[in-house]
């Protein structure tokens, strides 16, 4: 039953990962008809999408009651929600995680976003969370803050699978590949077996247009209107590039010789956020080998019903894509400045999603109580 669209983009090198999880989607199968019928092959999560989980319907009220008899508190029960969540999950996609030997047939939790400028803590986290859900197809997410770059290489190194989150400079993308490629190299030193070692790069791209578009919007030239809706795609394959830069060095042969797998590349906040913009922009032109995408449902939908699925759109066009940005930087736009604020508003937002979240669980732990 699958989708004539989706098939053409999963043949084309890029695994589809749902950017959403929730109780119900386990309960009723839904994710399991997303595997089955949709060509999902993955699922990523985030604290906004574990605080919308949590506060609508009741699926997870059971729980809530049960940690609230055993006298369990805001923070313990969180992590025993949304670990369960991913665990449960994992084990939905084992079949797929099986199929592609490791390649798919992930889910990724996220690390407390209050720790994303605390290198011990977030390394702490992480092998805490990887102990708790004890899946091999689980990724622990870790934000490429300058804090988090080597937590990315110290967590790699105890052999744990990292997506590396909030990606969205190709300075920073090169600073992060270097701490994969780190990490790899001191998993192998330390033991590990680095053949069943992955990782996915997770660059945001429907926000780069934003915070551009908020600026030339500003300018309100004809030169400056012409080029919204430009600079994420032209931002995601510059990243390409550098991804294939990173991966075709003697340094990293070496490794790949000896079992490693590269770190892919994976297109993150792909949901369309301005309506002017076609909605399946961000999945249509930046379809590329072994990548992923990760979208919404919405997304999701919108692809499989009128998506343009023609091969790759991104290797090769580094060069046009860079003429994108020294036109942005001819009409006085500070991409650095762009970069930096849309990387404090994304653990900000996060951070927030976090503390919505045990609010929400601090009141249903209330009420179970009684």
């Known amino acids: 039953m699958s989708n004539q669209k989706l098939t053409a983009l999963t043949g084309s090198g890029v695994s589809i990962w749902l950017d959403d999880l929730s109780r119900e989607r386990l309960n009723t199968g839904n994710l399991a008809e997303l595997i089955r019928d949709w060509n999902v092959t993955g699922v990523t999560t985030n604290p906004t999408i574990f ?19 055993r006298g369990a508190d805001v923070d313990a029960t969180v992590r025993e929600i949304t670990t369960t969540d991913v665990r449960n999950a994992a084990d939905v996609f084992r079949d797929v995680y099986t ?39 689980l990724m622990v997410k870790i934000p490429a803050t300058v ?26 993308y090169q600073a992060v590949m270097d701490a994969f490629i780190e990490g790899v190299e001191q998993a192998k030193a330390n033991g590990h077996d680095i053949s069943q070692l992955h990782s996915v790069a997770s660059f945001f791209v429907s926000r780069v247009d934003t915070e551009i ?20 795609i032209a931002n995601a394959r510059l990243a390409y590039q550098a991804y294939l830069d990173a991966f075709g060095t003697d340094r ?3 490794l790949a010789d000896a079992g490693a797998n590269a770190q892919r590349p994976l297109w993150a906040s792909t949901g369309v956020k301005d309506p002017s913009y076609p909605d399946t922009q961000y ?79 601090s009141g249903q732990l209330d009420k179970a109580k009684g």
């Open 283 to 361: 999945v249509d032109e930046l379809v590329a080998p072994n990548t992923v995408n990760t979208m919404p449902e919405k997304t999701l939908h919108a692809v499989a019903d009128h998506g343009k699925i023609e091969g790759d759109k991104v290797t090769g066009r580094a060069e046009e894509a860079q003429e994108v940005f020294d036109a942005l930087s001819d009409l006085g736009i500070d991409l650095d400045d762009v970069f930096k604020v849309l990387e404090d508003e994304g653990v900000d937002k996060f951070e927030k999603s976090w503390t919505e979240l045990l609010e929400t669980v």
């Open 147 to 172: 804090a988090g770059l080597p937590a990315i290489t110290k967590t790699l190194a105890e052999g744990i699978n990292v997506n590396v989150t909030l990606i969205f400079s190709i300075e920073r």
């Open 51 to 69: 605080a919308n989980a949590l506060s609508k319907g009741e699926a997870y009220d059971e729980q809530v009651r049960e940690l609230a008899a």
């Open 213 to 232: 578009d908020k600026r030339l919007d500003k300018l309100g030239t004809e030169d400056a209107k012409a080029l919204r809706g430009q600079a994420a």
């Open 99 to 137: 199929a592609t030997n490791g390649l798919d047939g992930r889910v990724s939790i996220e690390v407390d976003p209050r720790l994303a400028h605390d290198t011990d803590r977030t390394i702490a986290e992480a092998q805490d969370l990887w102990k708790t859900v004890d899946r091999p197809n």
């Open 252 to 254: 990293w042969k070496a």
